[in-house]
């Protein structure tokens, strides 16, 4: 019922399982920021505190947080329809951690992003964000483990993505044209369309169907 662009969608998938501290700054820096949300939270309650020191319960909860976002912030707990989320008219950013379906979903939907990789090719779907395509701005994670940025990066990063004026606010807008190009890709007579029909139509070119597996692997 929002406005259109307006809402900030922000998950970091399935295997990043931040601090309690890390958390609580985030949600800080939500709030600070002034702008409504649809925040994601997964915590992993039998992984001995998780690969960053989460606990798996809600500790990283700010005391009062739900209750003062209640009508502008909406916490999810657990999976959430992603693509269905970037698509919606109301989406305005995405605060991802760059996995590539992530990283994907967000270019298709047109959104400007902002980027905190946590692991793997996670760095390189950064630099494609924001050094190639230029619709991605870096949150600025510098430390392994333990709070990786404060409320107050969280919420400056949100206003450099949202600014709607400046040299930033022009790259940002290239999100949506971008949007356009990558849906147009996957209608037929689109690059990717036609790509998949040529995969489907690789068996036949191959001398048998080991070669064709073989083939598959290599892809894959």
Known sequence: K???RY???VCFGTLANF???QLKEIAAGLEASGREFVWVVRREKNRGGGIDGGSGDDNWLLAGFEERMEGKGLIIRGWAPQALILDHLAASGFVTHCKWNSTLEGITAGLPMLT???TAEQFYNEKLLTEILGIGIVVGAKQ???VKVGSGG???AMGRMMAEEGEEAAEMKK???LGRIAKRAVEEG???YANVGALIGEPFQFDNYNNFLFYLFILW
Request: charged fraction near 20%; avoid cysteine; glycine fraction near 12%.
């Open 175 to 177: 999100a949506g044209e």
């Open 154 to 156: 969280v919420a400056d």
């Open 19 to 21: 601090s309690d501290l």
């Open 7 to 9: 809402v900030v969608y």
């Open 116 to 118: 905190w990789p946590v």
């Open 144 to 146: 392994l483990y333990g």
């Open 2 to 4: 929002k406005k259109t």
């Open 190 to 192: 689109g690059s990717s």
